[in-house]
């Protein structure tokens, strides 16, 4: 009696060891499966953290660019701008002058219909 119980307990001992073993080894693949996920995430985090670095050195590119472009711009109006001064100036100086014939006067008026339209101009670009 003393056997058959032993072997009874040995039995169940081992059925469970056995069940022990296959849930062991399920917990094993279920991790492996997990952490091959994880993995995959991380690699895909990974990507798209690089792609958001590319996005944004592009963008920082293209921020420069249009800074070039505003400058060029600048420039352009400031030629006008330097442009008009001289005419103006040379207006002031025509009408300075001495004698003040017609001539004088026709040019003088020319000019200034010529800096009236290039601020015009200048004003239409802005």
Same mark, same amino acid.
């Given at each position: 009696a003393d /056997?058959? &119980?032993?072997r009874a307990e040995a039995a169940a001992s081992s059925a469970?060891?056995?069940e022990a073993e296959a849930a062991r080894a399920k917990a094993a693949e279920e991790a492996a499966a997990?952490? &091959?996920d994880m993995e995959a995430? #991380? &690699?895909e985090r990974q990507r798209?953290? #690089?792609m958001c670095e590319q996005m944004r050195l592009r963008y920082a590119q293209l921020d420069i660019f249009k800074l070039d472009i505003i400058a060029r711009e600048l420039k352009k109006l400031d030629q006008g701008v330097e442009n008009i001064r001289? #005419? &103006?100036?040379s207006v002031s100086d025509s /009408?300075?002058?001495g004698r003040h014939g017609s001539d004088d006067k026709e040019r003088a008026g020319n000019e200034a219909m010529q800096?009236?339209?290039?601020g015009a101009e200048l004003r239409a670009h802005i």
């Open positions: /056997l058959s &119980a032993a469970a060891l056995s997990l952490k &091959a995430r #991380e &690699a798209a953290l #690089e001289r #005419e &103006a100036r /009408l300075k002058g800096m009236v339209q290039h």
